[in-house]
Nanobody
């Protein structure tokens, strides 16, 4: 069982930057693809960014391209989502998800393990 814990969220102003972290313990995280998703109340969970198990491939939803960056530090079993130039519409609960030996997939069903999510609120 892979347990994922998100951290780094909070309340920020439009234009600010935030770095989310997705960490695990007890597993070799370098073998897992990791995706970030977000969800607003009453809406479906949507793909944000993903990185494959090797770190050689990444993917982003169009709305965050050029503003968000996903990276991984396998020595520390952590994947980061650097979010710059935040907008109020980026306000959501952000979830990280993982799948062994996976690709940088955008489908929710591509990931078996999920964190509990963390709130990011961007004020005007």
């Amino acid at each position: 069982q892979v347990q994922l814990v998100e951290s780094g969220g909070g309340l920020v102003q439009a234009g600010d930057s935030v770095r989310l972290s997705c960490a695990t313990s007890g597993r070799t995280f370098s073998r897992y693809a990791v995706g970030w998703f977000r969800q607003a109340p009453g809406k479906e969970r949507e793909f944000v960014a993903a990185i494959n198990w090797s770190g050689g491939s990444t993917a982003y939803v169009d709305s965050v391209k050029g503003r968000f960056s996903i990276s991984r530090d396998n020595d520390n079993n952590t994947v980061y989502l650097q979010m710059n130039s935040l907008r109020p519409e980026d306000t959501d609960v952000y979830y990280c998800a993982a799948e062994a030996w996976g690709s940088a997939a955008s489908r929710l069903g591509s990931y078996r393990y999920w964190g509990k999510g963390i709130q990011v609120t961007v004020s005007t």
